[in-house]
């Protein structure tokens, strides 16, 4: 009989529940892109690629889910994955909630982005089992991930929320922090999984 963990485990690493996973999270990478229209619109084109945080990242995971349907790890693609996912779930997370206290509401749209994007975060966690990634592919995400915080607070193209741009410095501190953290969090995967291999 299996345990609990190893049928859950199963059942996530399953080939049509993998599917299912990429067929959802592709809508919402498509979704995430048409989101960000209006400020894509009226963006400088070197900074396009910086503007839509949250899609680039379950689009990341797409690319990720992809290779292991077929057997594969891309393994800087997942090391990008796991720490953008984490980051922007829990950083719109955040920001909307910021954005709740400050205006009273946030409305139907609001909590959508709210469950959205924590599922990101969660989703990112629960397939700590199917990473590979290496140190180099860490460094490499870290330094994306960084780079991407500069372009925000830095050339001013973090996502809008208008309700909350008297904030942008604090949560420029706060984003980074959290990227660190991500950061870290990689770091913890990476070792761990290298730990038990030489059990």
């Avoid at 980051?87 to 206290?101: D, F, I, P, Q």
């Amino acid at each position: 009989m299996m345990s609990f963990l190893a049928r859950a485990w199963y059942l996530l690493t399953h080939r049509s529940f993998l599917t299912l996973l990429f067929i959802i999270n592709f809508l919402g990478t498509v979704y995430g892109y048409y989101w960000y229209k209006w400020q894509l619109a009226v963006t400088d084109p070197q900074f396009l690629i910086f503007v839509p945080d949250s899609p680039t990242a379950s689009l990341f995971f797409c690319i990720a889910i992809i290779g292991w349907i077929i057997g594969k790890n891309f393994k800087l693609i997942e090391a990008l994955a796991l720490i953008t996912l984490v980051k922007y779930g829990l950083w719109a997370v955040v920001m909307n909630l910021l954005t709740l206290v400050e205006n009273g509401a946030i409305g139907p749209a609001g909590w959508m982005l709210v469950a959205s994007h924590f599922l990101m975060a969660v989703e990112a966690i629960l397939y700590f089992g199917k990473y590979r990634f290496g140190t180099i592919h860490i460094i490499i995400a870290a330094i994306w991930t960084l780079h991407n915080d500069v372009i925000d607070y830095v050339y001013g193209q973090m996502p809008t929320y208008r309700s909350i741009e008297q904030y942008a410095h604090h949560i420029g501190y706060f984003t980074f922090w959290l990227s660190i953290a991500c950061i870290l969090l990689a770091y913890l995967v990476y070792n761990k999984r290298e730990y038990l291999h030489k059990l």
